[in-house]
């Protein structure tokens, strides 16, 4: 793989320890080959680990994305009506579900024994969910109580007609984060007018981990588990999982989407609230700023105790349009 730039190392707004590349989606394999990351001591307990066999790529077709916010963000949102960005960027991830698991276990098994049987397939017993432990299927959450999902191709027409003008959305490779145990490849969603700005990086086609074709995403995931109890064996043309002497806890990747938005994205408030869920803080690590309820009890009763969102007419006809938006792009 052909390098043009190095990694750079800072602290996020969070301030977490990253390092971050522009531009370029790049795998596992050749993460652990970069030189310039090679010393790095955030990285040396994790990333450069030979972990036993395990499903490797997995293929997501997604088709829903998710932005969590705490309790302090929670009622800007609601209040104005739609999401704003820090520093004009809004970060959302996908959404993986149990049915999204199973073709994903389908395509895998599909790919790895391309010649099987019928009564082969018949006779595979469930293994993806055993090795899906990452943060990414936690139905927990990192970033605080209040989690938001939308179908995507619902949030791209309403980010095409109220940010582009009709226009379709460009989307490009921001680029890879890593983290002490995380990777993070970036999309970047913007609007055609903002090409000029945006075009030191490449368009998403050229990412080899990540693509979008107008209805989903398909992520090809290389790290699912990040604490590894079981590993995979072949027999015959089915697998088997078997547990592991010890666990071992390895690096986990991710894609997040973030939508260039000068202003605000608005949504109507009656899809806002439909799409609100509660959701408990991982117990582990709580990255929302101190904005969390580690009770989810009290994460739901203050949405409870919120100033109801009572549509008004103006509202209810907008949410009328957003309908149509469904519809169109269905």
Known sequence: MATTANFSERKNVRQANELTISGEHIDIKHLKLRD?????????????????????????????LKHV????????????????GHDS????????????????????????????????????QPFLSEFTTSPLFSETSRYGNYRFTFPLTTLMEAYKKQICDGEEPVLRVYGTKLFKQEIEYVVLVHSAQFNKKFQHLPHLASSPLVSYDG??????????????????????????????????????????????????????????????????????????????FSN???????????????????????????????????
């Open 36 to 64: 310039e990351l090679k010393g790095k001591q955030i990285l040396q307990t994790y990333l450069t680990k030979d972990i036993p066999d395990y499903p490797t790529p997995v293929e997501f077709h997604i088709t829903e």
């Open 69 to 84: 916010t705490n309790k302090h963000c929670l009622p800007g949102i609601l209040n104005s009506g739609g999401f704003l």
């Open 89 to 124: 960027l809004s970060w959302w991830n996908l959404k993986i579900t149990q049915a999204d698991i199973t073709e994903a276990e389908e395509r895998y098994l599909e790919s790895f024994f391309p010649n099987s049987s019928k009564e082969e397939r018949r006779d595979q």
């Open 215 to 292: 209805n989903k995403i398909i992520w090809k995931a290389q790290a699912i588990c990040e604490t590894h109890n079981f590993q995979l064996a072949k027999h015959d043309n089915t697998v088997v999982i078997g547990g592991m002497f010890s666990h071992q806890f390895y690096v986990w990747d991710h894609v997040s989407f973030v939508f260039h938005i000068t202003n605000i994205l608005p949504l109507p408030k009656g899809s806002l609230i439909e799409s609100l869920e509660c959701c408990e803080i991982d117990p582990d690590i709580d990255l929302s700023k101190k904005g969390s």
């Open 296 to 330: 989810l009890a009290k994460a739901k009763e203050f949405l409870k105790n919120l100033p109801e969102c009572e549509l008004e007419q103006d509202e209810k006809e907008e949410y009328n349009t957003f309908e149509e938006i469904e519809k169109e792009a269905d």
